[in-house]
């Protein structure tokens, strides 16, 4: 299992879905933890790619069809680390501008 760290943005992001959603997104992003490397490699890793203008090679997401919630990732490998960036209900493509200005910060 990686270690799942959170941007302090993503954790308040978290922490306002409703227990259900909150519930799901755990569930999921612990699920997730396992192998959170791209498909290619046998991971749960889904790229994003480039969305709405952005370039976040190197970035995964998790969708949730029936709410759709968002939660947007990086991996670091060298610390087993999988960094969650943005955990969103918004359109993919604020979701994926959100992501790219946190990356921008660090």
């Known amino acids: 299992m990686w270690k799942i760290v959170y941007h302090k943005e993503a954790l308040v992001e978290l922490k306002k879905l409703d227990k259900s959603q909150r519930v799901e997104v ?5 699920q997730v933890a396992k192998n959170p490397l791209p498909r290619s490699e046998d991971g749960y890793g889904d790229l994003t790619g480039s969305k709405g203008g952005t370039k976040l090679s ?3 997401k998790i969708k949730f069809q029936k709410s759709g919630l968002r939660v947007v990732y990086k991996v670091v ?9 943005v955990v969103s209900a918004r359109e993919d493509d604020e979701v994926y501008q959100i992501a790219w200005k946190r990356r921008q910060k660090g």
């Open 58 to 60: 190197g970035f995964f």
């Open 26 to 30: 755990v569930k999921k992003i612990k």
């Open 77 to 85: 490998r060298n610390n087993n680390e999988m960094q969650i960036i």
